[in-house]
């Protein structure tokens, strides 16, 4: 079971915005651990999307965007594409007793 | 541009070990800077580290797996493997190879490799 909860699920229509929800407790996120984003098309590896809360690759579209705050992060896209459609998840180091990194339950990216 | 490689048996028995190694390309592992990492995802879920190694050969374990992994680096290869012992069918997975960059401490992973689908069953 992991230790950063994102919602199962968020659609949108072509060129809405979502935010997706990534939210931890004060051993990961809210100790001050980066919140790093991964973006996973149908059948294929995950993909680095943000990294160090809101930082861009070189390549990943400003459509995509990433903030922190407290005990949680988000990940937003703008302007939908079809190409959007995709699991994502969210992913940061937690220092409790069983310290380790760890990956949020994902969210499925539905474009209507 | 760096690529990793996953190869090994795509079928496991139970109890026995699962073995992969992850090859690396445009790169090469013993330069430093990075930790070579193991993440699998079971069928239809979320994604699990499982460990990392770094050139040098230390390694962290993920401690809920630790009992069972090991990671080890063959640097003249440039290739880096994972033994996991003692597997069941909950073992079945897509495993896979990548390149974790650190940042503040801790790190995330910038280059994956496509995965390899391991099945555990008789």
């Known amino acids: 079971q992991s230790v950063l909860t994102q919602p199962p699920s968020v659609s949108g229509a072509p060129g809405q915005r979502v935010t997706i929800s990534c939210t931890g407790s004060s051993s990961n996120i809210g100790a001050g651990y980066d919140v790093h984003w991964y973006q996973q098309l149908p059948g294929t590896a995950p993909k680095l999307l943000i990294y160090g809360n809101s930082n861009r690759p070189s390549g990943v579209p400003d459509r995509f965007s990433g903030s922190k705050s407290g005990t949680s992060a988000s990940l937003a896209i703008t302007g939908l594409q079809a190409e959007d459609e995709a699991d994502y998840y969210c992913?940061?180091?937690?220092?409790?007793?069983?310290?380790?990194?760890?990956f949020g339950t994902g969210t499925k990216v539905t474009v209507l | 541009q760096v690529q990793l490689q996953e190869s090994g048996p795509g079928l496991v028995k139970p109890s026995q070990t699962l073995s992969l190694t992850c090859t690396v390309s445009g790169g090469s592992i013993s330069s430093g800077g990075y930790y070579w990492s193991w993440i699998r995802q079971h069928p239809g879920k979320g994604l699990e580290w499982i460990g990392y190694i770094y050139y040098s050969g230390s390694t962290y374990y993920n401690p809920s797996l630790k009992s069972r992994v090991t990671i080890s680096v063959d640097t003249s290869k440039n290739q880096f493997s994972l033994k996991l012992s003692s597997v069941t069918a909950a073992d079945t997975a897509v495993y896979y190879c990548?390149?974790?960059?650190?940042?503040?401490?801790?790190?995330?992973?910038?280059?994956w490799g496509q995965g390899t689908l391991v099945t555990v069953s008789s």
């Open positions: 992913q940061s180091y937690d220092s409790s007793l069983s310290a380790s990194y760890v």
């Open positions: 990548a390149r974790g960059i650190p940042a503040g401490g801790e790190y995330y992973f910038d280059y």
